[in-house]
């Protein structure tokens, strides 16, 4: 059964850092792409980052320079640590594991950044 959940998000005052986690099961992590998205009720779904099987990132323009993605493919584990955060960065943050045609999802973690 594959799995995908997310932890480490929370309430945030503007400036702060958090790093979230997504633990992966079910699947064999190590052969597919990583990403973490974001949504904010009424907007269309984001892409913040991603990395791949070889460890190149991509960040959207919105994060770059604040925001890093990581992999650790012993534990299954994809990381986005978010630093100096803004009341923009609210959001559902989802990790996302794709190698096409496969596209799986966790539930999300809500990040609140707010003083």
């Known amino acids: 059964q594959v799995q995908l959940v997310e932890s480490g998000g929370g309430l945030v005052q503007p400036g702060g850092s958090l790093r979230l986690s997504c633990a992966a099961s079910?699947?064999?992590?190590?052969?597919?792409?990583m990403r973490w998205f974001r949504q904010v009720p009424g907007k269309q779904r984001q892409l913040v980052a991603s990395i791949t099987t070889a460890d190149s990132t991509s960040y959207a323009d919105s994060v770059k320079g604040r925001f890093t993605i990581s992999r650790d493919n012993a534990k299954n584990t994809v990381y986005l640590q978010m630093n100096s955060l803004t009341s923009e960065d609210t959001a559902v943050y989802s990790c996302n594991a794709f190698l096409q045609p496969r596209n799986y999802w966790g539930q999300g973690t809500q990040v609140t950044v707010s003083s």
């Open positions: 079910g699947f064999r992590f190590s052969a597919y792409v």
